[in-house]
């Protein structure tokens, strides 16, 4: 399945031409308080309003759909969610069986989505390690083919399409993107954006959890280094080590990696829900967080694009981020 970057690269053209029609070409908004906060045009990609609620559902179509014109019956995935959601919606499209391998700790938004889109779940306890043993010990039983959620060219390709798209919506617009900012979980969503953005000039930055930094360390390293995920809101950031093919493609072309924590998460969150009314899930909204951390340009206005990844998120946790902090409840009660 590996390919070299040379292979993948022209495929996010490729895969926006076969994609056009079957995923929703998700609108850019803005909004002039979070262009202040950031000192910069900050133009956002509404992935959260994408099928399936997430930008997976372009990797995932792409490489279901491929398989499936391949003759494959049946496909399995594991994820934390919005990957599994995507690969089950796929293969419902192409009338494919699908299998997704979820952790026991998966938010119940995602394991009911997957269940509703045909796909029998699995669960496997809280690690990459266990779920992708899983999923290749139900590959081996079946016959039916792992779409990794991150390791895969066609995901990666599918993915860069939002990238792409805002890339593209920016210039139409008159306000071309200087940088490009993505939330990163196993590195696919920003390897796409680095190949959509490929001989632009855009500086394409990466965004990790704290703790949950196995870019980052990788490319000071030279070589993919794994982590022990710290616990962090952004459920859909933690994989253990950046995907291999995701590496290989980042490693000389992405600008930088912000890492940001739960705090500028959930402002970001906040930010994104009061200010675009939309709803984002902390994943997502990692993005703007990352974004609000970059250093503005003291001689020019820039325009910074933000993939907004995904929304699928519990109510619960909607109503614990949107919830007043005792510090404003103790600087409202002294204003009274």
């Not at 690969?87 to 938010?107: F, I, K, N, S």
């Not at 139409?172 to 000039?201: E, K, M, N, Q």
């Not at 360390?217 to 794994?226: E, H, I």
Request: hydrophobic share 45%.
């Amino acid at each position: 399945m590996t390919r070299t970057v040379g292979q993948v690269r022209p495929d996010v053209e490729e895969a926006s031409h076969w994609l056009a029609g079957r995923v929703v070409r998700t609108p850019v908004l803005r909004s002039p308080v979070i262009d202040e906060l950031a000192g910069a045009r900050v133009l956002l990609k509404a992935e959260n309003l994408q099928n399936g609620g997430s930008y997976k559902m372009r990797g995932a179509l792409r490489a279901v759909g491929r398989l499936a014109m391949a003759g494959h019956t049946g496909v399995i995935a594991q994820s934390t969610g919005n990957h599994a959601v995507a690969v089950a919606l796929a293969a419902r499209q192409h009338g494919l069986a699908a299998t997704v391998v979820l952790p026991v700790d998966a938010a119940s938004t995602k394991v009911d989505r997957a269940r509703a889109a045909g796909a029998r779940v699995v669960f496997a306890g809280t690690s990459v390690e266990e779920r992708v043993a899983v999923a290749d010990g139900l590959s081996d039983e079946s016959g039916h083919t792992v779409v990794d959620a991150y390791d895969h060219p066609d995901v990666i390709a599918g993915q860069g399409t939002a990238s792409l798209e805002l890339i593209e919506d920016a210039e139409r617009a008159g306000t071309p993107l200087d940088a490009l900012v993505v939330p990163v979980g196993g590195g696919g969503g920003v390897a796409g954006a680095c190949l959509a953005a490929a001989g632009s000039g855009i500086e394409v930055y990466g965004v990790e959890p704290v703790g949950c930094d196995s870019l980052a360390r990788s490319l000071a390293a030279g070589v993919r280094v794994p982590v022990a995920p710290a616990p962090t809101i952004a459920d859909g950031l933690r994989p253990s080590c950046v995907g291999e093919l995701p590496f290989a493609i980042v490693r000389d072309t992405l600008r930088g990696v912000v890492r940001v924590d739960d705090d500028e998460i959930a402002a970001a969150f906040r930010l994104i829900l009061t200010e675009l009314k939309v709803l984002a899930e902390p994943s997502g909204s990692a993005g703007l967080a990352g974004a609000l951390r970059l250093a503005p340009d003291r001689d020019r206005q820039r325009t910074v694009g933000v993939v907004l990844t995904g929304g699928n998120v519990e109510a619960a946790l909607v109503a614990r981020l949107m919830a007043p902090r005792s510090a404003d409840l103790a600087e409202e009660g002294a204003a009274a």
